[in-house]
């Protein structure tokens, strides 16, 4: 019997809207206070200076008179801009299972993107294959963002040993000389590349609000168990290098373990320390479930009230003092 033909584009697009688009509207962009915030420039108020607070927003003459700081409050300008930094490298179009990366990839930004566009606010995106080969200009609309689909899902050229892998650091570095307006930026990849990405992606965290959309398969993690394995030929999706592994040998498996769990521990420690908030999506996730997260995750940082480039380290430590001070509140 032969296999069902992927859905189309506007297809695709119109189930995300019926199942999770609906669902999602609301949360991610309410009517008086959006998850999502544009930059805003128009002073609100003042208040007496906080531990969490930006020293940029001191006014020095209040302070100088009152002898105790004080910060100037803006409004938030709803208006924001959010660009999609998109890895579409030979390793995202794998998967284990049914679903590739790149089907989830393309599931979470379509998600977004629309949700964004509805309301009025921009979406842009630059993509990367074996080299920053394509970029969407900002714009609001619901055909903007099938054209964004559209380009996610157009067929990309084959890697070659000669090509040496994904350079992420590429595509940061293009997006900082390209994006000039404060912006939310989503950088949607496995974080399979050559080194230098973690720099690039520090300094564009310092200028924007970036949100680091790590994509990953559990056979990445472990080697799938049950009788019949023995000798396989793996293929590594960056290269096309192929190497024969004997993935029945517990030695072999040990190692492969032990490896993948130290690539991981040192995959995390670059994007807390680049200042990058972390969404995770697996293959086997849930969509809806991944965005809740999402959305769990930027109220969490609205009510630690916390500037977009504050550093990894100084965010840790602003989150344990508002954690003591409403337990010494709670207390007294």
């Not at 669902?23 to 805003?40: A, E, H, K, P």
């Not at 590349?193 to 056979?219: E, I, N």
């Amino acid at each position: 019997m032969p296999e069902a033909a992927p859905p189309t584009t506007e297809a695709l697009l119109r189930r995300l809207e019926w199942r999770v688009i609906r669902r999602l509207d609301g949360l991610l962009q309410g009517d008086y206070r959006t998850l999502m915030r544009g930059g805003g420039v128009d002073l609100a108020d003042l208040r007496e200076y906080q531990a969490h607070d930006d020293v940029r927003h001191i006014d020095w003459n209040v302070t100088a008179r009152l002898q105790q700081p004080y910060v100037r409050q803006f409004v938030e300008d709803r208006d924001l801009t959010a660009w999609f930094l998109l890895d579409l490298s030979g390793s995202v179009d794998f998967g284990s299972a049914d679903v590739t990366k790149l089907a989830v990839s393309t599931g979470f930004v379509a998600t977004l993107a629309r949700v964004i566009t509805r309301h009025g606010n921009r979406v842009g995106a630059m993509l990367y294959g074996t080299q920053v080969d394509d970029l969407l200009p900002p714009r609001t609309s619901r055909t903007h963002v099938l054209e964004l689909m559209q380009r996610m899902r157009r067929p990309r050229a084959a890697p070659t040993i000669a090509h040496g892998g994904t350079a992420l650091a590429d595509l940061l570095l293009a997006a900082e000389a390209s994006i000039r307006r404060r912006s939310l930026v989503f950088v949607v990849s496995d974080f399979i590349s050559q080194p230098g990405w973690a720099a690039a992606l520090a300094r564009l965290s310092r200028r924007h609000d970036v949100v680091a959309v790590r994509l990953w398969d559990p056979l990445e993690m472990a080697l799938p168990e049950g009788p019949g394995l023995g000798l396989v030929t793996l293929e590594d999706a960056e290269t096309g290098e192929q190497v024969l592994v004997d993935a029945a040998d517990p030695a072999f498996r040990a190692r492969y373990a032990a490896l993948a769990d130290e690539q991981e521990e040192a995959l995390l420690q670059a994007l807390a320390e680049a200042g990058a908030d972390v969404i995770e999506l697996a293959t086997d996730d849930d969509l809806l479930d991944a965005l809740m997260r999402f959305c769990d995750l930027r109220r969490q940082r609205a009510r630690l009230r916390l500037p977009r480039r504050f550093p990894s380290t100084m965010r840790r430590a602003a989150a344990g003092a508002a954690s003591t001070a409403a337990m010494t509140g709670a207390t007294a």
